[in-house]
Nanobody, 124 residues
């Protein structure tokens, strides 16, 4: 399985940005997809996850209400729509995949596949 994230950039506080992550090398609908982020000097942090069907979604407390995760099975792509961006949202964002959705969906170590990150900068 390979994951390729893109869509990062430099924005101002309050702006929106949509990240994309293209999945290949496996059957997309068999995988739970997630987004994590890592700011300089900090641990990698869970942002959002979506189930195989796209119906069940989870969000980290710091992004809840502002970010939306979605998946397009026809395009083998998972998205992260980020609205009302704050300076503290600045980080490298990574997409990740795993087969099973359990209560440990927030744990970095439980994901089997990772893409290269895409950087988001939020500053005025």
């Amino acid at each position: 399985v390979q994951l390729q994230a893109c869509g990062g950039g430099s924005v101002q506080p309050g702006d929106s940005l949509r990240l994309s992550c293209e999945f290949s090398g496996g059957r997309f609908i068999d995988y739970v997809l997630a987004w994590f982020r890592q700011a300089p000097g900090k641990d990698r942090e869970f942002a959002a996850a979506v189930s195989w069907t796209g119906v069940t979604k989870y969000y980290g407390d710091s992004v809840k209400g502002r970010f939306t995760i979605s998946r397009d099975d026809a395009k083998n792509t998972v998205y992260l729509q980020m609205d009302s961006l704050k300076p503290e949202d600045a980080a490298v964002y990574y997409c990740a995949a795993r087969r099973w959705l359990n209560d440990d969906y927030m744990m970095v170590s439980k994901y089997d596949y990772w893409g290269r990150g895409t950087e988001v900068t939020v500053s005025s």
